[in-house]
């Protein structure tokens, strides 16, 4: 684990592990709102061949309704990512870690509060996996 992310490894097939997630995001509230497939992308800009990795864009509309409300300018650094990435014979998935935005936004207890509830969420839902 990262100063910035959270994370955890299993031991099952990387697109197996993509579905894992996005239960056990919903499970905890999160929608995926994006879902970048950095694999496909990197071979078709660069034609460079990397390891099966999507970054999906999770968000629980009330969390993220709550910290706008205290900081509009944190919506730069919404929603939260999760990286899945095959490793091996296991896949790694790292969400960003909500902490981590607080520190970037500055000292706000209020906000403080708002990210102990998404990380623990985070922490959960890769609990889970």
Do not use: H, W
Request: aromatic letters at 4%; one cysteine or more; glycine letters at 4%.
């Amino acid at each position: 684990m990262t100063a910035y992310t959270l994370s955890t490894t299993v031991a099952r097939p990387f697109a197996e592990t993509v579905e894992a997630v996005r239960a056990a995001l919903a499970e905890q509230g999160f929608g995926v709102l994006t879902e970048i497939d950095l694999q496909a992308t990197l071979k078709k800009k660069l034609d460079v061949d990397v390891v099966p990795q999507v970054i999906l864009g999770a968000c629980r509309p009330q969390l993220a309704y709550r910290a706008l409300t205290i900081d509009p300018s944190i919506a730069a650094v919404l929603p939260c990512n999760v990286v899945v990435r095959a490793a091996d014979d296991v896949t790694v998935v790292e969400a960003f870690d909500p902490d981590a935005m607080v520190g970037l936004a500055g000292d706000s207890e209020a906000l403080a509060l708002v990210a102990e509830d998404a990380r623990t969420r985070l922490g959960a839902a890769l609990a889970a996996l």
